[in-house]
């Protein structure tokens, strides 16, 4: 079996294991996997085409990796009411605990209300703002 083909095969199941996981950088060190086997197919030694597809595929993952560091995280799904129903909704508060989190009854479960930062507490009616986790971000009304 040429060296070309194990490459291919390496190729194969990277691409296959991606799939499954959903991680975009096994598709980058696939790249790598390609670089290797088109230097197995220049004839190059084995230890140039494993330095040619660690390399290629190392600096497509770095590549990647700052590509997706330099954009902001989207943390604005959190507070969109087109993604999150609950956002917008009203809830009523009757008592903080001192840790600044209360508990709501809110669709028929109990939630734990964490309020924004900027506002003092107090018991009412609040308004969400976004979720955090399976916790109500909320604003006072």
């Not at 497509?60 to 590509?67: D, E, H, K, R, T």
């Not at 129903?85 to 109990?110: C, F, H």
């Not at 309020?115 to 609040?126: D, N, Q, S």
Request: aromatic share 10%.
């Amino acid at each position: 079996m040429e060296d070309s083909t194990l490459w291919w095969l390496a190729i194969g199941a990277a691409v296959i294991i991606e799939l499954f996981t959903g991680t975009f950088y096994l598709l980058m060190l696939a790249v790598g996997l390609v670089a290797g086997s088109i230097a197995a197919y220049a004839g190059f030694g084995l230890a140039s085409q494993l330095l040619t597809g660690a390399a290629v595929g190392g600096s497509s993952i770095a590549a990647a990796y700052l590509y997706q560091g330099g954009r902001p995280d989207d943390f604005a799904s959190r507070s969109d009411c087109s993604v999150n129903l609950d956002v917008g909704e009203i809830v009523q508060i009757e008592s903080w605990k001192p840790d600044g989190t209360a508990n709501v009854k809110y669709r028929g479960a109990q939630w734990t209300a964490i309020h924004r930062c900027r506002t003092t507490p107090g018991v009412g009616a609040h308004r969400v703002a976004e979720l955090v986790g399976n916790r109500l971000l909320v604003d006072r009304l």
